[in-house]
Structure formats: C-alpha cells, structure tokens
C-alpha cells in the first residue's frame, strides 16, 4: 500500500511540475491571443457576408463558441502536436528532462505524468476557446439571442451546459490526436517535425470525408463530428464513435509506452 502510495505521490509531483509550466508558459498565452483573433476575424466576416462569410448562423453570445470548435480544429490540432513534442522531443534535445528525471522515477511513471498532461492540456484548449468565444460574443452581440447548433435550439443556462458537454466530447476527441502525436514524437526528432506531421494528418485525415465507409474510423473525423454527433446521431452511433476514440487512445499510448521503456533517455 506504501508503495503504490509513493508511486501516485510521484505522478502528481510530475503532474504538478508540468502544469505549472503549463499554465505559465509564453506558448499558451500566444494561443490565447490566437484564438481571440480569430474570433473576431470570424465576426468581421459574419457582420459583412452573414453565415456565409462565417461559421456563425447565430448572432448570439450564446452560440458563439459551441458553432466554433469544429473550425479550429487546425489551429487546436497543432497546438496539441507542438505541446507533445515541447514535452518529450523538446525535453530531450534541450536537456531539460534532466531536471525531471532527478527525482527517482520509473519510466512507467514519467509516461503516465505526459499522458496525464495531454488530457489536461486538451482541456485547457477547449476551456479557452470556449470562454474567449464567450468574451468575443458578448463583446460584439451580446448575451441576447439563443444557441443555435445542429438542430438544437435553446438558450439560458441549458446552452452553457450543452456548449460544455460538448466541449468534453471535443476534449476527448483531440485527447486521442494528443496520444497519436505523442506516439508519432518517439520517431520525430525536433519541434518543427512534430507539427509538421501533425499538420499533415490533419489535412489529408479531412479527405476521409468523401469515403462514407470509413470515415467514421477516422480520429480526424471524430476531431470534427463527434462534440456535435453526441446530440444528433443515436446511442448506437455515438457509443460506436467514443470506442473507436477510445481504441486510439489505447493503442498509441501502449505503443508509445513500449517504445519509450526500450529508449535510450542519455542527454
């Protein structure tokens, strides 16, 4: 029990290190100021063309971050492929794992602090976009109007739930794409190589669409459809799609974790 004890006590301490970077860091400030941007990018076009100029089909604060996730899934992606490869390609070529690794911990231990870390981080991107969609809404429409996603037409606080519930859904999808990057870092050995690839799968995984067949086994069509499809496809459909993001998570995190415990950590 003392021992199992000291192992999870060993975890948070990582978890705890790599959050605080996390939370402090330029990077994430530079997304912040990223998304905020955009947005109003999105409202200058939607105030000139309408909904055709723009994602937005609701002139609403209300509905303005929930019509946005899925159009950012090049910016959120990427930004996910440059924070794994800051937490393990970068971690090596600059040394810096050496701070970590002063404490005694297992590789074993050290792996589930990353992936620990990307599940947070996928939260805190949609947490972010989610509350700047909310800022830049208010700023320009106000809190008038309803929430208008898919065929779901609501407002008040039932909104804010469904906009978050959402966001988990979208969190998890993008957790998957996190544990594919983290897999594909082991074989990358810089920064740039890390998002460029990211970028890639990103761009050609969209192509998918086209092939209704598979398309649904696709982890960048669950980047895509999945926050939406919880609300409007069947439990049969949906439990299908969480199982496939699910087998994705698994697989590139044993994967990822054999291939790290045979890797030669020398700096």
């Not at 981080?121 to 800022?135: A, C, D, E, H, K």
């Not at 993001?245 to 590139?252: R, S």
Request: charge should be positive.
């Amino acid at each position: 029990m003392y021992g199992e004890e000291a192992r999870m006590k060993k975890i948070r301490t990582l978890l705890a290190f790599e959050g605080r970077r996390m939370l402090t860091s330029k990077s994430t400030l530079i997304y912040v100021i990223i998304y905020f941007i955009s947005y109003i990018i999105s409202v200058i076009f939607f105030q000139l063309y309408g909904s055709d100029g723009s994602v937005l089909t609701e002139a609403s604060a209300q509905s303005f971050p929930i019509q946005h996730l899925q159009a950012g899934i090049l910016f959120t992606g990427t930004f996910i492929a440059i924070y794994v490869a800051q937490i393990t390609r970068q971690e090596r070529t600059q040394s810096t794992i050496k701070l970590i690794l002063l404490r005694p911990v297992s590789r074993l231990q050290y792996y589930i602090s990353k992936i620990l870390s990307i599940a947070f981080f996928s939260m805190l991107l949609t947490l972010i976009q989610i509350t700047v969609g909310y800022l830049v809404g208010m700023l320009f429409f106000g809190w008038h109007g309803t929430l208008v996603f898919g065929d779901i037409v609501t407002s008040g606080l039932t909104g804010v739930g469904i906009t978050f519930l959402s966001g988990v859904a979208f969190a998890f999808a993008y957790f998957a794409f996190g544990m594919l990057m983290m897999l594909l870092s082991e074989f990358l050995p810089r920064l740039i190589d890390c998002a460029a690839v990211g970028i890639v799968i990103l761009l050609i995984g969209q192509y998918a669409e086209v092939l209704p067949s598979i398309r649904p086994y696709v982890l960048v069509h669950q980047m895509l459809f999945f926050h939406q499809d919880i609300f409007e496809m069947s439990a049969v459909y949906n439990l299908r799609s969480a199982i496939v993001i699910l087998a994705y998570c698994l697989a590139c995190s044993f994967a990822g974790y054999y291939v790290f415990r045979h890797e030669d950590l020398s700096v």
